[in-house]
């Protein structure tokens, strides 16, 4: 939380404005949260970290702007929704394939929220039935497990994606082998997305995504146009993110600029 504000103080310092002037902040932070009363209700990485109520306790600590909490991923697709690869579509859906594979639904308009607010955690849909291949869910098969760069990396014996990547490249059997495991993962998914889904673009960002569009955004293209349902497929294009890496960051902005003014009802 103190990096968080002293970021904050940074951030205001580099725009040379007093933080007096300014009136919201957006918090980007994995969920599952109550975006409502900006509270994390559980982390997987920060072990005791329960119910934590982020946005009063930052908002507090800046002792100036209203802090509107929301999970990251929501944050990007507010973000390329507004501003970015999204703008103008009613039905979308943005995917990150970055260290994890996370995602959010926008459906006629308006954010897929879900019961209890975890709806479009695309990362743990099961697209294998390997019992072997677990995921840190707890379950196993999830696209996470086959597709993001942690989970590659784990399984090639290396610390960074980037390296496994680089020695498929080389004509390593085994980095090969990996990677078309974690193509197809992400083709099932793209499929399943069109058919249950049936959006009109699919955004893709995320780490791995930008640096490997050859084996993320076109093996789901290929998949959709070879094998999903005819009309949905023909209506959906999987385009690269807009934002880049800092698509959570600005989409947090427009989200807090939003709730300030009373809007932002098509992600609340
Ligand atoms: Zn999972």
């Given at each position: 939380?103190?990096?968080?504000?002293?970021?904050?103080?940074?951030?205001?310092?580099?725009?040379?404005?007093?933080?007096?002037?300014?009136?919201?902040?957006?918090?980007?932070?994995?969920?599952?949260?109550?975006?409502?009363?900006?509270?994390?209700?559980?982390?997987?990485?920060?072990?005791?970290?329960?119910?934590?109520?982020?946005?009063?306790?930052?908002?507090?600590?800046?002792?100036?702007?209203?802090?509107?909490?929301?999970?990251?991923?929501?944050?990007?697709?507010?973000?390329?929704?507004?501003?970015?690869?999204?703008?103008?579509?009613?039905?979308?859906?943005?995917?990150?394939?970055?260290?994890?594979?996370?995602?959010?639904?926008?459906?006629?308009?308006?954010?897929?929220?879900?019961?209890?607010?975890?709806?479009?955690?695309?990362?743990?849909?099961?697209?294998?039935?390997?019992?072997?291949?677990?995921?840190?869910?707890?379950?196993?098969?999830?696209?996470?497990?086959?597709?993001?760069?942690?989970?590659?990396?784990?399984?090639?014996?290396?610390?960074?994606?980037?390296?496994?990547?680089?020695?498929?490249?080389?004509?390593?059997?085994?980095?090969?082998?990996?990677?078309?495991?974690?193509?197809?993962?992400?083709?099932?998914?793209a499929v399943g997305i069109v058919n249950?889904?049936?959006?009109?673009?699919?955004?893709?960002?995320?780490?791995?995504?930008?640096?490997?569009?050859?084996?993320?955004?076109?093996?789901?293209?290929?998949a959709i146009a070879e094998r999903a349902f005819k009309?949905p497929a023909?209506?959906a294009?999987?385009?690269?993110?807009?934002?880049?890496?800092?698509?959570?960051?600005?989409?947090?902005?427009?989200?807090?600029?939003?709730?300030?003014?009373?809007?932002?009802?098509?992600?609340?």
């Amino acid at each position: 939380m103190a990096a968080l504000v002293a970021s904050a103080h940074a951030a205001v310092g580099a725009a040379k404005v007093a933080l007096a002037d300014i009136v919201a902040a957006g918090l980007s932070a994995p969920g599952p949260l109550d975006h409502v009363t900006g509270v994390i209700l559980i982390t997987q990485n920060i072990a005791g970290f329960r119910d934590v109520p982020l946005a009063a306790l930052v908002e507090r600590a800046l002792g100036g702007p209203k802090v509107f909490l929301d999970r990251d991923t929501v944050m990007a697709a507010i973000g390329e929704g507004t501003i970015g690869a999204a703008k103008g579509a009613r039905d979308f859906v943005y995917l990150t394939v970055s260290t994890g594979v996370g995602g959010a639904i926008v459906s006629g308009g308006k954010m897929v929220r879900g019961a209890t607010n975890t709806a479009g955690e695309l990362g743990h849909f099961p697209v294998g039935f390997d019992r072997d291949v677990r995921c840190r869910c707890g379950s196993f098969g999830c696209v996470e497990a086959y597709a993001a760069g942690r989970n590659l990396a784990e399984a090639y014996g290396v610390d960074d994606a980037t390296i496994v990547y680089a020695k498929a490249a080389a004509g390593d059997a085994r980095a090969t082998a990996l990677i078309a495991r974690a193509e197809l993962a992400l083709s099932n998914l793209a499929v399943g997305i069109v058919n249950a889904l049936n959006p009109e673009r699919i955004v893709v960002g995320g780490s791995v995504a930008e640096h490997e569009p050859a084996h993320t955004l076109e093996p789901m293209r290929r998949a959709i146009a070879e094998r999903a349902f005819k009309v949905p497929a023909a209506a959906a294009s999987v385009i690269p993110s807009a934002l880049g890496g800092d698509v959570s960051i600005i989409g947090a902005a427009l989200a807090a600029r939003d709730r300030a003014s009373g809007g932002g009802q098509w992600f609340l």
